[in-house]
């Protein structure tokens, strides 16, 4: 039994669901509003400039070392977890995953779910899947709480609901879950905790993602802030943790400094209200905790881009959302137009790997390449230049070798080229750019009224009566300091 | 920042490249070549014709190279590797003589400045003489400001403007500073902040035309911004912005214009010299 219903009919192609988008005014006051109070956030998180760039290059060094050593640190992990008592399962694929925690669950006879906060879980449609064979699969994060209930998926990777105001809130929490609540957020809160309470002490299994994966000491961290993190780690008797192999770090040294990135950025904390460090289940003499623990390591196209010098660098993403809350192109569309998992700025260049570049062809075009997503990223990937990458595996012709990404040359175009051919003509033969140049300020009058799409926006470009090569030409023939010098 | 971060780092494997460093700058030298920029060449040529006015109020020889065209950044951010590296590499062999080059936008000197590189990774003599183009590249303001050390002297009337400086101009040449600070020498000329000045104007050269609906968006919010900030007029010192601020303005039917900082500070500043054509 399907249990699923569709979830709100979107345009099928990024620039229509961006149209609709834009012509939104109430989704647009949302995330401006939202983006502009956690960019303030992060602002005051930082004060110290100097505190805040050695930081980040700290981070990177540490996200670059880490994914230098990815397959020694992974079997560290293995063996390490396991020594503590923590299942370890390796899935290559997102079906495989689900198939693992299905299994693990029936394995229980397991039928209600709770589920943290967790991206990775969302790659594998972990709640669809479930549902589709019985399970029930509850979401905890207030947040995800909202979206699931509205049949929505998550819009931003930190904030999942944060397409919607109080008022939005409360018209969904009274018309699903029939009771009235006003749009006072505390008392929205406090009904959503009232339903999760009974569902955590119900719960089969408990489902979490992982912040950081600790290799030395085979220790699971998780940062929260709801306390529902805790909840589905702890009270269900199985706790079932999935995540991406690139989460692992050497030791427990390496997650302070990354941490303190990860909450500054993100929400401007200087720490989360919760942060749980899992290093394995219940033990005979402890009260309480699960008395198991798994963890699926899920690769999902992470080893495509760990295969790429370049591409890796999308591996260092601790996911803090900073890149999206500081994208002048999310801020307007939201998280929905991206159609994907992961939106925004970091969405675009670590989607690719996980579905094929044909998968997401307009992704990589839709940024001005303003690169404020790279200025705030805490451990520096620079975004704009992988966008970039991005775009010329994108107009690969077709038969291009070797394919280092996934799907690329969707967006080849035999016109396109054969135009940028013609660019390149008139712009190294200083004849032919020339007499462009004469013709284009000679009959400037003819210049047409529409230019394409510029002309949407823009009334469209005369150009000027003469070109800066004759300006400057008749100006320098009788520029005074040039006869001084003559 | 607390001991405990540094810990860390020592087993550090590979260092991210630091903030880069202050840039240092040469004497004022007597002789420059203006990279005019094909966006100047054919509609802000005035802008550029400032520019060299400007150069020669220091005392600068300023030379025009005739052969000069795009700086090929358009296929550059559009993904057309190839294509701009032929268009790169004809500004290369233009551009070899030594001069300092002065470009009137702060995008184009960033593509020189540290894009350049990137094109001819792959081959030595080329990335040689691109890595020597670029000690030798100054966006404009930066040029007036560090190399010439500029006291302007305002001779207009007193004024409100709002600045707008172009992303690329911005995080790869520290524009809006100095754009900043010479302005800040105009006694009459008051600059007022714009709301989210720091944001993109939505040009982002193919952008504008592959995501019209976004890039609109993203104008629309800009022009509003600089009309409601209470400045007279915007400034900026990149004409890929103003095209497309400029452009918006036209089609809204708004009087409100954008100008580039060179005419502006020419207007104010600018000085007949003895025997010299203006």
Known sequence: MNQRIPVTELASDFKGRAREALADSQLRSNFRTAMDSLMRKRADAFSDEDEREGLRELGNHIRARSLSNLPDLLEQLETRLTANGIKVHWAETVEEANEIVHGLIEAHDGRQVVKGKSMVSEEMEMNDYLADRDIECLESDMGEYIVQLDNEKPSHIIMPAIHKNARQVSALFNEKLGEHVSEDVDELIQTGRRILRRKFLEADVGVSGVNFAIAETGTLLLVENEGNGRMSTTSPPVHIAVTGIEKVVSNLRDVVPLVSLLTRSALGQPITTYVNLISG??????????????????????????????????????????????????TRVGGHTYGEVYPGPIGKIVTPHMVGLDKVPDHPSASSLCGACGEVCPVKIPIPE????????????????????????????????????????????????????????????????????????????????????????????????????? | MSELFYDAAPNATRVAPAREPERRYPDKPAEVSLFGTCVVDLFFPEAGLDAIRLLEQQGIQVHFPQQQSCCGQPAWTSGYREEARAVALAQLDLLDDGRPVVVPSGSCAGMFRHHYQELFAEEPDNLRRAEELAERTFELTEFLLKVCKVQLVDRGEKHKIALHTSCTARREMNTHLHARELLAQLDNVERIDHDHESECCGFGGTFSVRMPDISGAMVLDKTTALRGSGAAEAISADCGCLMNINGALEKQQQAFRGRHLASFLWERCGERQPGGEQ
């Open chain 1, 386 to 486: 992988l966008l970039q990458r991005l775009r010329q595996e994108n107009v690969q012709a077709p038969g291009h070798e070797p394919v280092s990404v996934k799907g690329a040359g969707s967006k080849y175009s035999r016109k396109e080229l054969l135009m940028w051919r013609a660019w390149v003509m008139l712009n190294t033969r200083p004849a032919f750019y020339k007499l462009f140049l004469w013709g284009a300020t000679r009959f400037r009058a003819l210049a047409p009224k529409k230019a394409g799409p510029w002309t949407e926006n823009h009334s469209a470009p005369v150009p000027a009566a003469r070109s800066l090569h004759d300006l400057a030409r008749d100006h320098l023939k009788n520029s005074s300091i040039r006869r001084e010098r003559l």
């Open chain 1, 281 to 330: 289940p219940r033990k005979p003499d402890e009260l309480d905790g699960p008395e198991e623990v798994h963890l699926v390591l899920l690769d999902n196209g992470r080893t495509g881009a760990f295969a790429d010098a370049q591409m890796r660098q999308t591996l260092n993403c601790i996911r803090c959302g900073a890149c999206m809350n500081h994208c002048p192109v999310y």
